[in-house]
């Protein structure tokens, strides 16, 4: 596995210890997201069906899910890259895109781009770009080409010494104070997005 995929796995196991208490219904996983529906179009036979696209997210947050086992046996749909959830759609409150060595602008957009395909489904989202290292991503790169982000945290400038081994952020955030504090701000925004608001408002 790469550095981004052990940091990942590590993260989750950190977000559950310290939300489950507070959040004993919300879900954390690694997955399949609806992303998009659209038109398909056979090229041989020409036939048109409703398309259901799913792509995997790094961190995903949920109470609820939806039954589409029935979109299975209707013959005119189409459900692209869902195999790993099979008969069930998360609903999601939160999505966090995670990147271990910064990002570039082609990485930016597209992720970008994901997140305005996924709240356009979802509304009740938020979906949040969450860095270990920024190495040579400028805010102001991270702002133009990131824009339909609803956060971007960093937890350190530059990038990795070396590689990353299972338990490492874990040892981190015990000796390092600072990195400790800004994942306390990470984790406190996670809770106050994850909270039922008390409001008039509805978003």
């Not at 029935?70 to 990147?99: A, G, Q, T």
């Not at 805010?139 to 080409?145: T, V």
Request: proline share 1%; aromatic share 14%.
């Amino acid at each position: 596995m790469t550095d981004e995929e052990i940091w990942n796995i590590d993260l989750i196991e950190i977000l559950k210890e310290n939300l489950t208490k507070e959040f004993p219904k919300i879900l954390i996983f690694k997955g399949k997201v609806l992303k998009d529906i659209f038109l398909y179009k056979n090229q041989n036979s020409h036939e048109h069906k409703i398309q259901f696209g799913f792509v995997d997210q790094d961190i995903v947050f949920y109470e609820n899910e939806m039954d589409i086992s029935k979109f299975y046996e209707v013959e005119n749909i189409l459900i692209h890259n869902n195999s790993s959830r099979k008969s069930k759609m998360v609903i999601p409150k939160l999505i966090c895109e995670l990147k271990y060595n910064g990002i570039n602008s082609h990485g930016l957009i597209t992720y970008s781009d994901y997140a305005s395909d996924i709240k356009s489904i979802f509304p009740e989202c938020k979906y949040w770009l969450a860095m270990r290292y920024r190495k040579s991503s400028t805010e102001n790169k991270l702002n133009r080409h990131g824009k339909n982000f609803d956060k971007i945290i960093f937890f350190d400038f530059g990038k990795s010494e070396g590689a990353y081994t299972k338990g490492d952020f874990r040892k981190q955030l015990e000796k390092q104070i600072e990195l400790k504090n800004k994942f306390s701000e990470f984790l406190n925004e996670i809770k106050e997005t994850l909270r039922e608001k008390e409001t008039v408002f509805i978003k």
